[in-house]
T-cell receptor
Framework: EAGVAQSPRYKIIEKRQSVAFWCNPI?????LYWYQQILGQGPKLLIQ????????DSQLPKDRFSAERLKGVDSTLKIQPAKLEDSAVYLC???????????FGPGTRLTVT | DAKTTQPPSMDCAEGRAANLPCNHS???????VYWYRQIHSQGPQYIIH???NNETNEMASLIITEDRKSSTLILPHATLRDTAVYYC??????????????FGAGTQVVVTP
């Protein structure tokens, strides 16, 4: 079984630029999550999708972050414009349904200079 | 929301059992205890979860106290590959749909030869 795929693995941008991350969950998984992990901290949930609908985006900085999950499969997380404090690893995870265990991708390491 | 408390770090000798404690004194009756681990530069990996009863799988055992205010993850024979940050998570949220995973800082476990 293929795992959660994410791209790119690494990204370096200057502040005020835009960036997008892509995630392909495990086939058949209805729930998809985006997390932000700052160095030395545990992952923080940014947004959770159930199929193509948002069920929790309470910790997503909506003035600069956006996410979509078209057709209930792949998802894209965008930051526009980026700030220095956005430097982090962005993790995507999926689960069969909201109550079951989550499977994480390798993450995208973003550095904002 | 229930919170968890874990020691920031612990060492373990290779081949010995590693016992990782977690306190969750405010856990609600319908909240599960989940354990994940994160090896350096990888996404978190699911280990085990439980509600009331002790659980065991091929990776570890989970012992939950009768009052459910604390639990212990047991790695029966630690190997160098078990060196990772271990997260104890109590799932919060509506019981009839999905629960948000709130990761703390976790316990950095170092297995030494």
């Amino acid at each position: 079984e293929a795992g959660v795929a994410q791209s790119p693995r690494y990204k370096i941008i200057e502040k005020r630029q835009s960036v997008a991350f892509w995630c392909n969950p495990i086939s058949g998984h209805a729930t998809l999550y985006w997390y932000q992990q700052i160095l030395g901290q545990g992952p923080k949930l940014l947004i959770q999708f159930q199929n193509n609908g948002v069920v929790d985006d309470s910790q997503l900085p909506k003035d600069r972050f956006s996410a979509e999950r078209l057709k209930g499969v792949d998802s894209t997380l965008k930051i526009q414009p980026a700030k220095l404090e956005d430097s982090a690893v962005y993790l995507c995870a999926s689960s069969l349904r909201g109550m079951s265990e989550q499977y994480f991708g390798p993450g995208t390491r973003l550095t904002v200079t | 929301d229930a919170k968890t408390t874990q020691p920031p770090s612990m060492d373990c000798a290779e081949g010995r059992a590693a016992n990782l404690p977690c306190n969750h004194s405010t856990i609600s009756g319908n909240e599960y205890v989940y354990w994940y681990r994160q090896i350096h530069s990888q996404g978190p990996q699911y280990i085990i979860h439980g509600l009331k009863n002790n659980e065991t799988n091929e990776m570890a055992s989970l012992i939950i106290t009768e009052d459910r205010k604390s639990s212990t993850l047991i790695l029966p024979h630690a190997t160098l590959r078990d060196t990772a940050v271990y997260y104890c998570i109590v799932r919060v949220g509506p019981t009839d749909s999905w629960g948000k995973f709130q990761f703390g800082a976790g316990t950095q476990v170092v297995v030494t030869p």
